[in-house]
Structures are given as structure tokens and as C-alpha cells.
């Protein structure tokens, strides 16, 4: 089942990829900035690293310095790599990971508008990271790790690569309470990053298990109904609709052949249940322990 999960969101954020979403739609940029952009920072970065798929900010609570490694798990179009490459200067390296080679592409286009010398990407599930051993000061990541069908995996592999002292700064989707079964055993549920998330608690007992300490997961009250601020997504992904899903609300404007079925089937499972109810947008954050 995990690789039916792993090739499903493959294949949908290629189609976000190619959707042509960016901060040049006012839409897209409401979702960012009601999940904790700036209206400058969006203005520092190519209009199309963002795609209105965020949960949060991490770089804002990351407390990125000048002359560190950061590492983004899942970076998509680049948005949260160019903003830690700004923090970390030219002495420090912002590196993205994502395994859609459309993301990819997209993030490297970027990356030559913005003439960045301290950004690389590469592509990689974030449970195989390619990078050595206590290389990373910091990782973030920004609604992704709910995706990952092996969690406990990610957060060993997050751990191998932090320095000792080093920390992590996620933002991601979280579970309040259990879902509706017709929810959780839902795949298409599943892509739109509500289905595979874990409950808090987990999320935190996870962590701890991996090595991790200072472990905090922090409701950060996001409204996830803010996706419905996206333009474009009137026809499957209304207010009314409850629809707290960012590849949802970003796909669903995409013509791409073969995606209404899974829009058409995922807002319609949701227009039953008010996400806000059992999911939360959360802040993650875990100290590796120093040696």
C-alpha cells in the first residue's frame, strides 16, 4: 500500500506542478499569508515557489542563523529553501529535497531567477535522505511529512542527519480526533494530506522515540478553511465545502487529464465533515541531543 500511496502523491503534485499556481494570484497568496507569510517575503521569492500548498511557516520559528545548513523536506517549488537561503547568507546552504521531478524542475528554474549560490535540490523520498550523517543544523518542512506512509521512518532519518545540538521545525497537519472511517481509509483523502495525518500526541511519541527531546507540537489555530481562499477552486473546493487540503485546493485548479475524478471524489467526502473539527495545522519542534 505504500508504494500505491507514495506513486498517488507523486503524481498529484506533478499536476500541481504544472498548474501554474503562484503568488501572482491573489488567491494563492491569501493561503500563504493566512498561514504566516509576509506580503514581503513572498514578494523576495519567485511568484510560482509558491503554490498556495502551505500549512504554515517554518522558517519563522526556526530561528535559521547566518552560516548553518537547513535542509526542507519536500520543498516543492522552492519557497521555504529560498527564504532559509536569505537567513543563512552566503556562508550557510539551503538544500531541498522533494521526489517529484516536476517540483524539482520548477524549484531549479527558480533557483536561476533568483541567482541563489547557497541552494541545492535533490530528489529523494525524505525517509532515504542523501546526505550524511550529522551534516544539518536545521530541517524543516511544511505540510509533507503527513504523506509519508513510514513516519517513524522520517523522523530516524532527520535525526541521522542533525548535527548533535541540531533541531527540526515542521509545519504539518495533525489530528485532533479520530476521522470518519470513510475518511481515513479513503487514498484520495490520504493525498489531500488529511488521511495519513497522526494524531498530536503520536506525532510528539514519535519524535521522543526517535532520539529527539524538547519535543513540542503546538495547535498553531490556522483556520484550515483558509485554502478556500485560492482562486480557481469554486467548482470543487468551496468554503461551504470544508476542504482544509492543500493539494486538493491547488490541483482542483489545475486542468490536468484525469485529476476531476479525484477532486470530484475527495470534495465530496469532505463537503460531509468540517476538517477543522478533526484536523489541526501544527508547529513541530525537536532538539537532537548534543553529544
Do not use: W
Amino acid at each position: 500500500m505504500s508504494d500505491t500511496i507514495r506513486e498517488a502523491v507523486r503524481e498529484n503534485y506533478a499536476s500541481v506542478a504544472r498548474s501554474g499556481l503562484s503568488s501572482d494570484r491573489a488567491g494563492v497568496r491569501a493561503v500563504a499569508e493566512a498561514f504566516g507569510y509576509t506580503p514581503e517575503q513572498l514578494a523576495s521569492v519567485p511568484a510560482d515557489a509558491n503554490m498556495g500548498v502551505s500549512c504554515g511557516n517554518p522558517t519563522a520559528f526556526a530561528s535559521i542563523r547566518p552560516g548553518e545548513v537547513v535542509v526542507d523536506l519536500g520543498c516543492g517549488g522552492g519557497l521555504d529553501v529560498f527564504l532559509a537561503a536569505q537567513k543563512v547568507g552566503p556562508t550557510g546552504k539551503a538544500v531541498g529535497i522533494d521526489m517529484t521531478p516536476e517540483m524539482l524542475e520548477l524549484a531549479r528554474r527558480n533557483a536561476a531567477k533568483t541567482e541563489a549560490k547557497n541552494v541545492e535540490f535533490h530528489e529523494a523520498t525524505i525517509d532515504r535522505l542523501p546526505l550524511p550523517d550529522a551534516a544539518v543544523d536545521c530541517v524543516i518542512s511544511n505540510c509533507v511529512i503527513n504523506l509519508a506512509p513510514d513516519k517513524p521512518a522520517v523522523f530516524r532519518e532527520i535525526a541521522r542527519v542533525l548535527k548533535p545540538g541540531g533541531r527540526l521545525a515542521i509545519s504539518d497537519i495533525a489530528l485532533k480526533k479520530p476521522l470518519p472511517p470513510e475518511i481515513g481509509e479513503d487514498l484520495t483523502a490520504y493525498i489531500g494530506c488529511i488521511a495519513g495525518a497522526i494524531p498530536i500526541e503520536e506525532y510528539r511519541s514519535e519524535l521522543i522515540a526517535a532520539g529527539f527531546a524538547h519535543v513540542e507540537v503546538v495547535d498553531s489555530g490556522s483556520d484550515l478553511n483558509a485554502y478556500a481562499k485560492a482562486e480557481g477552486t469554486s467548482g470543487c473546493c468551496t468554503p461551504s465545502d470544508h476542504s482544509g487540503l492543500a493539494v486538493v485546493q491547488s490541483s482542483c485548479c489545475s486542468p490536468q487529464p484525469g485529476a476531476s475524478a479525484l477532486h470530484d471524489r475527495l470534495a465530496d467526502l469532505l463537503r460531509r465533515y468540517d476538517v477543522n473539527e478533526y484536523a489541526a495545522s501544527v508547529q513541530v519542534y525537536a532538539v537532537k541531543p548534543g553529544s
